[in-house]
């Protein structure tokens, strides 16, 4: 079995990359969600789903395919990960919408969109996992950033358009502010996120679990998201202490339960490559640390992994 893992295809990113790592963290269910919200802000960007997706019908296959895709190009092998490209951009290049304010048809696969929805992905995974516990160094960042050009070529992206470090994130942000907006796509989005249609046995779950995990990816979004959609969010603090104490309490479920979710790609990519390849906390490039989560100063969070210089007391 050594041998046969030596030989392995460690996929695009492999187990020394940051996203080997970062991937692997039960927060990410949490970034997701943050990352749909943040989606919606580009109202042609939202026009698209709005028009070509059923996710209102069936909200929790659309969740599923996301997490499966991200998994396999995570986990999966090379092959695997440029076919599931494929296939997104196949299907990317039959669907069209229409601009809400022009009326103009445009295809979903323009540029500016793929990259603001590859943005908004990136920024949300390395936001909420950093602030809720996960250590990173300002270069870790910069390299899982960078490690996402790869993402990017797959749903039909140049990656040399793409950012590849937190600053040049950062500025692609600020340079799209003036066309962020919220209207009736984004509002449609915000209301079904708070309380998706959920069959009648699980809508307790739903009350108690949902609506948390939904209302902590909101709170998690930047302040100028939150002045769009015209709800307010607690204070950064109380944010950042909730973050830290969800990702804790995820964090305790033995991973053996966790990574056993279909599809299993972890457990697949450990079976693959051996058991060196097991994602792990402890490793290099972080480590988990509850105490200063994303601080760089006294109380204040770290730019450009969503902080946005918002300062909050460092949790404990």
């Not at 492999?14 to 109202?43: E, I, K, N």
């Not at 540029?111 to 809720?132: F, G, K, N, T």
């Not at 804790?248 to 299993?264: A, D, E, F, Y």
Request: one cysteine or more; glycine letters at 8%.
């Amino acid at each position: 079995m050594r041998e046969a893992a030596k030989d392995a295809d460690v996929g695009l990113f492999g187990p020394s990359s940051v996203t080997w790592q970062l991937h692997s963290d039960p927060m990410m269910w949490v970034a997701g969600v943050r990352a749909l919200y943040f989606q919606a802000l580009h109202p042609r960007a939202v026009r698209g789903v709005m028009e070509n997706s059923d996710f209102r019908k069936d909200a929790w296959g659309r969740l599923r395919r996301t997490a499966d895709f991200v998994g396999t190009t995570t986990y999966g092998t090379t092959a695997a990960a440029e076919k599931a490209g494929a296939r997104v951009r196949k299907i990317h290049t039959m669907l069209s919408a229409t601009d809400p304010d022009t009326g103009e048809r445009y295809g979903v696969d323009e540029p500016e969109l793929l990259l603001w929805v590859h943005c908004a992905e990136i920024d949300s995974y390395v936001h909420v996992v950093r602030r809720s516990g996960i250590r990173l160094s300002a270069a870790d960042v910069d390299r899982y950033v960078a490690e996402h050009r790869q993402s990017a070529r797959l749903v039909g992206l140049d990656p040399d358009s793409v950012p590849a470090s937190a600053a040049e994130l950062a500025r692609y942000f600020a340079s799209v502010r003036d066309r962020l907006a919220v209207g009736a796509d984004a509002r449609a989005v915000d209301d079904f996120l708070r309380c998706p249609p959920t069959p009648t046995l699980l809508v307790p779950a739903r009350a108690l679990l949902w609506r948390r995990v939904a209302g902590l990816a909101y709170a998690s979004l930047p302040p100028y998201a939150h002045a769009l959609y015209g709800r307010p969010a607690p204070p950064p603090p109380a944010v950042t202490r909730r973050l830290v104490t969800t990702g804790t309490l995820l964090r305790r479920i033995p991973t053996r339960v966790r990574w056993q979710l279909p599809p299993k790609h972890i457990l697949r990519a450990m079976a693959r490559l051996g058991p060196g390849s097991r994602p792990d906390p402890r490793r290099v490039p972080y480590e988990v640390d509850t105490r200063d989560a994303i601080l760089d100063g006294p109380g204040r969070a770290q730019r450009n992994n969503g902080g946005d210089g918002t300062r909050w007391r460092t949790p404990g």
